[in-house]
């Protein structure tokens, strides 16, 4: 792809335009950029840095690591560019924030020591070189009654507790979610207010709808939970945020027909073309088209 590639933010503010061509493809699912993002891995390109500008307000910038920086909007949190100490002349996009997603499809996967153990994405993709796969695919067994999960953000300044099963569980593939994200796919789970507790960590809210509000850490950017308007009641966690991640599997898979048309999950789980529950599951969202 030699074209331009053009993206940003949820809400405008920050906008990015990229020539040339794409030097890497990949999905990454190392545990920095989950919990980063609050999705359940991360599709980036890469394009080198000469070729990339950035339009409209700057991004806040967190390092997340000793040679690693991470750019998201400050008012809406949307995930955005990562860029490594030891490749200064490259810059990797967050797949979701491009414009057109079909334009992002990975060519490999890496750092599957860290792949969350339920989730099989791409799996006609191989891994890099040498890389293990990860853990075998596998559903975790229910979360007991007591039992206490605990999770936060990417820098640990919000931190949080649910307690026992949650009521409802799924991956999202709507446009907005993978915008905010910057991923593949926000994992939720749902627990009734009574069964969760934070810290009173600072958060942003932004909301998308009247719904409800996505609130993300103002430091390092990371999604956490949402809040529903209609449902104050109960809270929305993203439970890619969670320490233990391979803790909750969804129990599906809402908006599929949003996602982009090369994403395929190794899975059995019901595809909603929307909202879950709305309509009839299509078995044939979300499966490799060769």
Known sequence: ????????????????????????????????????????????I???RRHFAWSGEPPALYRSSAKGERSFCP??????????????DDVDIAVGALDDV???????QIHGESRIAWLSVDPHLGFRPGEDSGPPVTDPPPVPAGAVLEGGCLCGGFRYAVTGPPTHSGLCHCGTCR???GGLAAAWAIWPRERYRDNGGTTVEWSASERGVRRFCPTCGAS???DFAHRPDLVEVMTAGLDDPHAVAPEGHGFAAEAPSWLAIGDNRPRWPGRPGKGEPDPGLLRHRP
């Open 1 to 44: 792809m030699d074209g331009a590639l053009e993206g940003g933010c949820l809400c405008g503010r920050t906008r990015w335009r990229a020539e040339g061509p794409v030097l890497h493809r990949v999905h990454c699912h190392c545990s920095l950029c989950r919990k980063g993002s609050g999705a359940v891995e991360m599709p980036w």
């Open 46 to 48: 890469t394009v080198e």
């Open 75 to 88: 008012v809406c949190g949307a995930k955005l560019t990562f860029v490594h100490d030891d490749v200064p």
């Open 102 to 108: 079909e334009a992002g499809y990975p060519l490999t």
């Open 179 to 181: 915008r905010a994200t």
């Open 224 to 226: 956490v939970v949402c």
